[in-house]
């Protein structure tokens, strides 16, 4: 049986703020349907404005998926639940449609068995060439969850959460594992090939059960994008329970962007999809958000009044827009400002300790460009940011720079 290569941690000593490393920067999957506004095409747009919703097709998604390879991003992540297409199934597929762009599959324990979810990873592994990330999902709210079969409580679905990522490590370190644990139960379990290298694991959570399962099984610790202060005492929080592990944990951000040229044409775009919201679907999402059990969820909903508000209203932190949790459950706030605004704020996250910035806009085919070329460029340009290796990007920033056509011809 072959041995797995273990992927390292970043060297902290390879650049960045204050020996923190060089931020690696992914893009968002949207599965369930995209379109220019937060809610789907089309409302609260004039007749004449585009606005059409767009199919979560594979061809469309092939685009994004090329899109976020063109301009450097790592990897991109994919969302799980009722409301989206499999993560899985959709992400290998996409996987003959890229290049080197890796896959943040999202998945929730309770669906699959450890065992097969291990055997999964390899097998992705294998035939994309190293290219998955895995992202461990608890669980979603308890009537989406029993509708796939599972009855267990929050606190129970933790503690499975945690025998599942034993079990998980323990196959793709290449171990027969036998486990009679509270909630899984596995018996004589053995991969007969390994993940080459084992994905690192992300998983994110703000109750007391879910920094116990961080602190003792993941790679990557990610947040939803709270004020900067808010996210430090997060990461102390995981840094401590990981040190007394005997674990090291790193961090990361889960962020939309409206990024521009200016601030005032970034503005004006959060302006615009605050507009295509209608009142009586805000007021429809946060009653269904209101009983939700999520902690996180909680401290998303915090941020905002739940009412409409003009976007300036909505800014919880220089720069940090709450608007997108008005409609939206999970990820509610956003990154607003010219591209260097929204350059200052990521920097200032990274040096709180945030390393991996997984990060969206609407539609995601345009923002793509949008970010990449807009903030990420601007990091580039301060040494914080790297294009992904092989990227256009990546190519583009050690060619020499391109003639202008035509210049300096003989009249």
């Known amino acids: 049986m072959a041995t797995p290569t273990i992927t390292p941690a970043p060297d902290t000593a390879a650049g960045g703020s204050g020996g923190t490393p060089p931020l690696t ?13 937060l809610v789907g095409g089309g409302h609260g747009m004039a007749a004449a404005a585009a606005g059409t919703p767009r199919e979560a097709s594979l061809g469309y998604l092939a685009q ?3 899109a976020a390879e063109t301009v450097g991003f790592e990897g991109a992540l994919t969302p799980t639940g009722a409301w989206c297409e499999d993560a899985w199934l959709t ?16 998945f929730r324990p309770g669906g699959v068995s450890p065992t097969l979810a291990a055997q999964m990873g390899a097998t992705f592994q294998r035939h994309s060439g190293g290219r998955l990330l895995v992202n461990v999902v608890t669980g979603g709210e308890p009537s989406e969850q029993r509708a796939y079969g599972d009855f267990l409580g929050k606190d129970d679905r933790y503690t499975r959460t945690g025998e599942f990522l034993d079990v998980v490590r323990r196959l793709w370190a290449g171990e027969q594992v036998t486990l009679d644990g509270e909630q899984v139960h596995v018996e004589g379990a053995q991969l007969q090939r390994l993940p080459d290298p084992v994905p690192p694991i992300y998983f994110g959570g703000s109750s007391p059960a879910a920094g116990d399962v961080a602190a003792k099984h993941v790679d990557v610790y990610l947040t939803w994008g709270e004020p900067p202060a808010q996210v430090a005492e997060k990461i102390d929080w995981i840094r401590g329970l990981a040190a007394a592990q005997g674990r090291e944990v790193r961090f990361g951000i889960r962020l939309h962007v409206i990024t521009r040229d200016t601030a005032d044409a970034a503005w004006a ?13 805000i007021e429809q999402v946060q009653a269904g958000l209101s009983k939700s059990e999520s902690v996180g969820q909680q401290r998303m909903r915090s941020l905002h009044s739940g009412g409409t508000a003009t976007a300036a209203d909505l800014e919880v932190s220089p720069n940090l827009w709450a608007g997108v949790g008005l409609v939206r459950g999970g990820a509610g706030t956003a990154l607003v400002g010219s591209h260097a605004e929204v350059a200052d704020r990521i920097a200032e996250y990274h040096a709180l300790g945030i390393t991996e910035f997984v990060l969206s806009g609407h539609p995601h085919l345009e923002e793509a460009y949008w970010v990449g070329e807009g903030p990420l460029a601007e990091l580039g340009r301060r040494g914080l940011w790297r294009p992904a290796a092989g990227s256009e990007a990546a190519r583009a920033a050690a060619a020499p720079a391109a003639a202008v056509p035509f210049a300096g011809a003989a009249r």
């Open 269 to 281: 775009q959060a302006e615009e999809l605050l507009r295509g919201i209608p009142t009586e679907m």
């Open 91 to 106: 992400t290998a597929m996409l996987a003959a449609e890229s290049e080197r762009l890796k896959f943040l599959v999202a």
């Open 64 to 66: 994004i998926a090329r």
């Open 25 to 37: 920067a992914h893009w968002f999957l949207p599965t369930y349907g995209d379109s220019r506004g």
